[in-house]
């Protein structure tokens, strides 16, 4: 199974807002409700941002929003900042009860 | 609170095997789903395998069926992926991950923590 379809790099200005996109199929994104985001510094582990689509973990800035519109799931964040630079990665489960992610999409505050 | 550390890592030829463990502390491990992830050099994130909080079910990327299995031992809060038949390919940083809900089932959950991973390289 590929892995879901993200775009390789994103980038804004601090303060303002950017949105990263992440497309699958009827077998993943579109089916289930299961997508979640990860921002991932290098070096460091992952840091779950969202689950479940739109749910913000406890901790994690309210610049940060997630939805879903078919087989597309898309993370915005809001009032960019500089320590929002990293690799962001979405994820769903599948109609094969496995797990993929997305390629990741860098994100550069410029 | 929640700690995973990875070890077993190395170097291993094409063909080889090596069994990877993940310890963990900070929660109650027996209660929880693992997974395991890894990240190829310069590429992205890809999940490898789940196991269900009581080792009662274990799901597997196609790429590795037949030649990985995950397990865990409940009574020493520990993790496992035994990997045979390894292949160049399988060349990564190994991270075990920790399902953010309790008792689930499926890989259907986010994770809530991570280890460091360990580097497995394939190579002759």
């Known amino acids: 199974q590929s892995a879901l379809t993200q775009p390789a790099s994103v980038s804004g200005s601090p303060g303002q807002s950017i949105t990263i996109s992440c497309t699958g199929t009827t077998s993943d994104v579109g089916s289930y409700n299961f997508v979640s985001w990860y921002q991932h510094h290098p070096g460091k582990p992952p840091q779950l941002m969202i689950c479940e689509v739109s749910n913000r973990p406890s901790g994690v800035s309210n610049r940060f929003s997630g939805s879903k519109s078919g087989n597309t799931a898309s993370l915005t964040i809001s009032g960019l900042q500089a320590e929002d630079e990293a690799d962001y990665y979405c994820?769903?489960?599948?109609?094969?009860?496995?797990?993929?992610f997305g390629g990741g999409t860098k994100v550069t505050v410029l | 609170q929640v700690q995973l550390v990875e070890s077993g890592g190395g170097v291993v030829q094409p063909g080889g095997s090596l069994r990877l463990s993940c310890a963990a502390s900070g929660f109650t491990f027996s209660d929880y789903g693992m997974h395991w992830v890894r990240q190829a050099p310069g590429k992205g994130l890809e999940w490898v395998a789940f196991i269900r909080y009581d080792g009662s079910n274990k799901y597997y990327t196609d790429s590795v069926k037949g030649r990985f299995t995950i397990s865990r031992d409940n009574s020493k809060n520990t993790l496992f992926l035994q990997m045979n038949s390894l292949r160049a390919e399988d060349t990564a940083v190994y991270s075990c991950?920790?399902?953010?809900?309790?008792?689930?089932?499926?890989?259907?959950?986010?994770?809530?923590?991570w280890g460091q991973g360990t580097l497995v390289t394939v190579s002759s």
């Open positions: 991950a920790k399902d953010r809900w309790s008792a689930t089932t499926m890989p259907n959950d986010s994770f809530d923590s």
């Open positions: 994820s769903s489960y599948t109609s094969n009860s496995t797990m993929i």
